[in-house]
């Protein structure tokens, strides 16, 4: 039920037109980490990854269900603990983090393009969790971000 009030909290926050299909995988830190690196070139493994599907904003449909079809997510549940006691706040509300950027990737926004972007990307996240009823408890630091 997280994940899915997730999802639709960043959908409705974001106006996003029309159902969505989002496909999200937990894995532990050793398959997040063969993931990182056969799709970034990253050695090393990481909290999240996002695979949007959209092509120049333009999403396809899924025949059988009509729904626009988003991505994927994959959450190192693994690293989620480990960030949850490191922030010291609940797993609840690191996987809901991890979800919301998750998505908001999924919807085209980008980090690590730019600056402004980032400063963009989090202001939504902590909208989105503000909704969620789970508000951040510490900073986060800009390497980060």
């Given amino acids: 039920i997280l994940i899915r009030r997730s999802c639709n909290a960043v959908l409705e926050y974001e106006n996003f037109d029309g159902p969505a299909e989002i496909s999200v995988t937990f894995v532990d830190n050793a398959r997040i980490h063969e993931l990182n690196k056969q799709y970034r070139d990253k050695d090393a493994p990481t909290d999240v990854l996002s695979f949007p599907m959209a092509e120049n904003g333009e999403y396809d449909i899924d025949e059988d269900n009509g729904c626009k079809i988003l991505g994927d997510i994959v959450i190192s549940m693994e690293r989620a603990m480990e960030q949850a006691e490191l922030y010291g706040h609940s797993l609840q509300r690191e996987v809901a983090y991890l979800t919301?950027?998750?998505?908001?990737?999924?919807?085209?926004?980008?980090?690590?393009?730019?600056g402004l972007e980032a400063v963009r990307m989090r202001e939504k996240e902590e909208a989105v969790l503000m909704q969620l009823g789970l508000p951040r408890t510490v900073s986060y630091t800009n390497d980060e971000v």
Avoid: A
């Fill in 100 to 114: 919301v950027h998750s998505m908001l990737h999924l919807l085209g926004y980008d980090h690590e393009s730019s």
